[in-house]
């Protein structure tokens, strides 16, 4: 009985030498608040009536879990803008007024895996493979189609991208635990993604509504107003390059994208490099 007397005085010693050190250390902290406090001018808050008499006591201070920080992209350098013309001599689009360069899409082994992956579903490409659990995105994705099957081609753009639109948006670094992880549209419609996620997803839904690969790119890219990389759809229809973003319900053409600069792009025959033009640079291609 003794000794389990001891063991509790001990405890609950040991319980008020804690809290009084954590009362002492958030005396200290106000006192020097305080004094910088004085040092600065007061300013009148709205409102500020209404949080007195409700600071937390100190006892649920101690046991409160530190907070938790949000990942943010890191800004980046901005690009070398492209001022160069929309058309070469031969009146073939410069996407983002670049010049580019084609190679083989297979040394990009991420975007690889989903085109070897979606190709299994042949022209069906979301109404094959989306999921029907949960809120049954294939049923959804069907009923949505059909609404726009036999829409004019600019009407199926901008409905496809105000759907795709909708899902938050998410980092990778969040979402995967990867710095960089591109989605299939059965992922990006499960699990939601980032910029390339939606372009990938609006690519395979134009290909289900009919538009051939060689009329879309997936464009990897800077935003040098956001100084952040970036990835858009961009779609070539009527003379034009229009761009569906993930950031705007409207669907423009390229040319009002001056921000934009591009670094590559795919679709799933081939891979571009993008090269900036200066205003009065020759239409030549570079040498290798």
């Known amino acids: 009985m003794r000794h389990w007397k001891h063991s509790t005085i001990c405890c609950v010693t040991l319980v008020c030498i804690v809290c009084c050190f954590f ?4 005396c200290l902290q106000a006192s020097a608040e305080s004094k910088t406090n004085k040092s600065r001018p007061k300013i009148s808050t709205k409102g500020a009536s209404l949080s007195k008499g409700k600071k937390k006591s100190a006892f649920r201070m101690l046991f409160k879990p530190p907070p938790v920080k949000k ?8 690009a070398a803008p492209s001022t160069g013309p929309l058309k070469d001599k031969n009146g073939k689009i410069r996407l983002f007024r670049t010049m580019e360069l084609r190679g083989k899409n297979k040394t990009l082994a991420r975007w690889q895996r989903i085109v070897d992956k979606m190709a299994a579903h042949k022209q069906l490409f979301l109404s094959n493979s989306l999921p029907t659990s949960g809120k049954n995105q294939r049923k959804r994705w069907k009923e949505f189609k059909s609404t726009i099957n036999s829409a004019p081609r600019m009407q199926q753009l901008r409905k496809v991208n105000a759907y795709f639109n909708k899902w938050p948006y998410r980092l990778d670094k969040e979402n995967w ?5 591109w989605a299939s549209p059965p992922e990006f419609v499960t ?14 839904a134009l290909r289900e509504l009919g538009i051939p690969a060689s009329s879309m790119r997936i464009v990897a890219l ?10 858009v759809l961009v779609v070539y229809h009527d003379g034009d390059a229009w761009v569906l973003d993930n950031q705007t319900k409207l669907v423009l053409s390229h040319s009002k994208f001056s921000h934009y600069v591009p670094q590559f792009s795919v679709n799933e025959t ?19």
């Open 23 to 26: 009362l002492a250390t958030q």
């Open 71 to 78: 990942t943010r992209p890191k800004r980046q350098k901005k």
């Open 177 to 181: 635990g990867k710095r960089e992880y």
């Open 191 to 204: 699990r939601s993604g980032d910029c390339e996620d939606y372009a990938i997803a609006k690519y395979y």
């Open 222 to 231: 800077m935003d040098n107003i956001r100084r952040l990389g970036h990835a």
């Open 270 to 288: 081939n891979r571009w490099a993008h090269i900036p033009v200066k205003k009065n640079q020759p239409a030549s291609k570079p040498k290798k």
